[in-house]
């Protein structure tokens, strides 16, 4: 029979042996969180319980051994309850800390954040505007200067630069929009310079740019008379646009691209009573070039007495045609040669039914 108190100090080792597992696991589990940089202290105390347990295992002594595992055990998991609010109060403080200028502060704070998770988001962000937060201040403190020294764009400058290393710096996007405020009268000036320079330089679609911008910021009566010059020359211009391409069309004799050309400009201005009378005589030509041109592909030599008059009619219209250039005088030539022939087989057939006609 084995001895009482030979078993206890027995079941002793087994339960000082399961207790130091358990905090191992505990450790294991809490460690990656890194409670060394947001719990100094207590981590220290735990790894002092856990050194303590060990040396008194190693002396045979595992109850008190087991007591100190225990309270090892005890504080990780209190810190491992801990993490999320700390993550969180960390997260306050460095904002705060930001609010307050305190850089040193703030970025130690938002390292605790990123030493638990180290891709969280607020934490990175926090981070990054704790490391330029000296350097926004000195710029929104020029920026200040300038304002209160009423150099304003200057001072806009600076407020601008600061958002661009932070884009939430303190104050910067409120001082923006008051500057831009102030400079409402400026911006107008420039703008409407601007849009009356392009409309001399007939840059009609960047001048109502410049012109809308001005309208944004006080619509007046000068702004809406520069918009209405603006669509007035629009409205010459493509009217010209098309008058040009009309005159084209006619000089290279294409009579139905004319036509067209000649009705886009009169519908933007139907008033255009010199511009409709063009427009009827080239479509006159186009009707006589369509009419010339089935003469010319028909097969038969113009045999019936119709076909023959209608050729006439349109070669004397030809010749009346005014101006006669190259295609309409290569028409003419192929006219009085179809007629010519025409007539020629008309002659030779009379002879010929003469000569068969008996005595």
Same mark, same amino acid.
């Given at each position: 029979?084995?001895?009482?108190?030979?078993?206890?100090?027995? @079941?002793?080792?087994?339960?000082?042996?399961? @207790?130091?597992?358990?905090?191992?696991?505990?450790?294991?589990?809490?460690?990656?969180?890194?409670?060394?940089?947001?719990?100094?202290?207590?981590?220290?105390?735990?790894?002092?319980?856990?050194?303590?347990?060990?040396?008194?295992?190693?002396?045979?002594? $595992?109850?008190?051994?087991? !007591?100190?595992?225990?309270?090892?055990?005890?504080?990780?998991? @209190? %810190? +491992?309850?801990?993490? /999320?609010?700390?993550?969180?109060?960390?997260?306050?403080?460095?904002?705060?800390?930001?609010? #307050?200028?305190?850089?040193?502060?703030?970025?130690?704070?938002?390292?605790?954040?990123?030493?638990?998770?180290?891709?969280?988001?607020?934490?990175?962000?926090?981070?990054?505007?704790?490391?330029?937060?000296?350097?926004? !201040?000195?710029?929104?403190?020029?920026?200040?200067? $300038?304002?209160?020294?009423?150099?304003?764009?200057?001072?806009?400058?600076?407020?601008?630069?600061?958002?661009?290393?932070?884009?939430?710096?303190?104050?910067?996007?409120?001082?923006?929009?008051?500057? #831009?405020?102030?400079?409402?009268?400026?911006?107008?000036?420039?703008?409407?310079?601007?849009?009356?320079?392009?409309?001399?330089?007939?840059?009609? /679609?960047?001048?109502?740019?410049?012109?809308?911008?001005?309208?944004?910021?006080?619509?007046?009566?000068?702004?809406?008379?520069?918009?209405?010059?603006?669509?007035?020359?629009?409205?010459? #211009?493509?009217?010209?646009?098309?008058?040009?391409?009309?005159?084209?069309?006619?000089?290279?004799?294409?009579?139905?691209?004319?036509? !067209?050309?000649? #009705?886009?400009?009169?519908?933007?201005?139907?008033?255009?009573?010199?511009?409709?009378?063009?427009?009827?005589?080239?479509?006159?030509?186009?009707?006589? @070039?369509?009419?010339?041109?089935?003469?010319?592909?028909?097969?038969?030599? %113009?045999?019936?007495?119709?076909?023959?008059?209608?050729?006439?009619? %349109?070669?004397?219209?030809?010749?009346?045609?005014?101006?006669?250039?190259?295609?309409?005088? +290569?028409?003419?030539?192929?006219?009085?040669?179809?007629?010519?022939?025409?007539?020629?087989?008309?002659?030779?057939?009379?002879?010929?039914? !003469?000569?068969?006609?008996?005595?």
């Amino acid at each position: 029979m084995i001895p009482k108190n030979k078993t206890s100090v027995h @079941d002793q080792r087994l339960n000082a042996q399961n @207790d130091l597992e358990n905090l191992l696991l505990n450790i294991k589990t809490l460690k990656p969180l890194n409670p060394q940089v947001w719990a100094v202290d207590r981590w220290k105390e735990i790894e002092q319980f856990l050194r303590e347990g060990e040396a008194l295992y190693r002396t045979t002594r $595992y109850h008190l051994a087991q !007591k100190k595992y225990r309270q090892a055990t005890i504080m990780v998991r @209190d %810190l +491992a309850s801990r993490v /999320e609010s700390v993550k969180l109060d960390n997260l306050r403080e460095g904002d705060l800390a930001i609010k #307050n200028w305190n850089s040193v502060k703030a970025e130690r704070a938002f390292q605790i954040v990123l030493s638990i998770e180290p891709n969280n988001p607020d934490g990175l962000n926090g981070l990054k505007r704790s490391k330029v937060l000296e350097e926004v !201040k000195i710029l929104l403190s020029q920026g200040e200067k $300038y304002e209160k020294a009423n150099q304003l764009d200057k001072a806009k400058k600076f407020y601008e630069s600061a958002l661009l290393l932070d884009k939430n710096a303190l104050g910067a996007k409120v001082a923006i929009v008051r500057i #831009n405020f102030k400079l409402r009268p400026t911006y107008y000036r420039s703008y409407m310079s601007s849009g009356l320079k392009l409309v001399r330089q007939n840059r009609l /679609e960047e001048a109502e740019i410049f012109v809308r911008k001005a309208q944004a910021i006080e619509n007046r009566a000068e702004t809406l008379e520069l918009l209405s010059l603006i669509d007035s020359k629009r409205l010459t #211009n493509n009217i010209n646009r098309h008058l040009k391409e009309a005159s084209a069309a006619e000089k290279e004799e294409k009579w139905d691209l004319a036509v !067209k050309s000649f #009705n886009s400009a009169i519908r933007l201005d139907p008033a255009m009573n010199s511009i409709i009378k063009k427009k009827k005589k080239a479509e006159a030509r186009a009707l006589l @070039d369509q009419n010339i041109e089935a003469i010319l592909t028909e097969k038969n030599d %113009l045999a019936s007495r119709a076909d023959f008059e209608i050729a006439k009619s %349109l070669l004397k219209q030809a010749r009346l045609s005014v101006p006669r250039n190259k295609h309409i005088r +290569a028409q003419i030539k192929k006219l009085e040669k179809r007629l010519e022939t025409s007539r020629m087989s008309t002659e030779t057939s009379r002879v010929y039914a !003469k000569e068969k006609k008996p005595n």
